[in-house]
């Protein structure tokens, strides 16, 4: 989850559509549900409650379309029925909810800059142990991109662990299975593709996976940012939390940063995106590089 409203597109988020002026009355006259304001307002209030996200106005369109789905598949007729429904059970659905409303742009080695400050860092102790957690994982680009860093700047001995997590439980599934279109991967040198990818044959062409020594180095789980329930035992040498915190509001910002320092170690270096700053948080971090901060 990479979580996930904001004027650039994320690494993980929930996806722009065009803005839809709000009216007092139905807003879907001709669409197969009607959708309101206070429709549109639950979703708002149960978003955020879930995951932290800030939907504004403009995205009434968009949040239209993914959640039809849902109802569709959960058989409801109507938005007010399926979010009462919503607000009174605790199942999968929620998940389901959180993960129709969340969308995954992503790349191999996206942001080129942040790879090549951690392979130097990751160089200053080449035998390790190198502990880095991934929070915006999404279909695992980023992860692989990680360990990929690793692989290459650490000895053939060196010790590295990845956590990956997402609170979008479907794309954490396609990461771990670390299975790609060609396509997906074709920004990779040739050097890179045959050292840590095998390509598909017979009903499998077109497709690429990830070696075996590329996917043990990762440990994928469902972490959601916003709750204060992390699963995590001992402190990061590095955090990965890209083009996450452009969707929570301040407030929610603040919360996350203080829990990512609580499982920093000091000196640990924070990942973020290129649309995000956390000048307000001097006392937690310090900027050393383009959206790169060390843990104080």
């Not at 083009?243 to 640990?268: C, S």
Request: hydrophobic share 40%; aromatic share 10%; charged share 25%.
């Amino acid at each position: 989850m990479r979580q996930t409203s904001s004027p650039l597109p994320p690494a993980r988020g929930v996806a722009e559509s065009p803005a839809v002026s709000p009216s007092s009355g139905p807003l879907a006259q001709g669409r197969e549900f009607v959708w309101t304001n206070a429709d549109f307002s639950r979703v708002q209030a149960l978003i955020y409650q879930r995951a932290g996200i800030s939907l504004h106005d403009g995205k009434h369109a968009m949040v239209y379309s993914r959640l039809s789905r849902r109802l569709r598949d959960t058989g409801h007729t109507s938005f007010h029925e399926y979010l009462s429904w919503l607000e009174t059970h605790d199942g999968p659905e929620w998940q389901e909810f959180v993960n129709a409303l969340t969308t995954n742009l992503t790349a191999f080695f996206r942001e080129q800059h942040h790879f090549e400050i951690l392979a130097n860092l990751l160089r200053t102790r080449p035998a390790g142990p190198w502990s880095v957690w991934c929070n915006a994982a999404s279909t695992g680009e980023e992860p692989y991109s990680i360990v990929m860093t690793a692989m290459e700047s650490l000895s053939s001995n060196g010790s590295f662990k990845l956590t990956a997590s997402d609170i979008d439980s479907r794309v954490l599934a396609t990461a771990a299975e670390g299975v790609y279109r060609l396509d997906s991967v074709k920004g990779l040198s040739p050097e890179r593709l045959q050292r840590f990818f095998l390509r598909g044959k017979a009903s499998n062409a077109g497709f690429a996976r990830a070696k075996p020594e590329l996917r043990r180095s990762i440990d994928f789980l469902s972490v959601n940012l916003i709750r204060d329930d992390w699963p995590f035992r001992e402190p990061f040498d590095v955090v990965f939390c890209r083009n996450v915190m452009i969707y929570f509001d301040a407030p929610t910002q603040r919360k996350v940063l203080e829990r990512i320092h609580r499982v920093l170690k000091p000196g640990g270096m924070l990942f973020v995106g290129h649309a995000e700053n956390f000048s307000e948080s001097r006392d937690l971090f310090t900027l050393r590089g383009k959206t790169v901060y060390e843990r104080r």
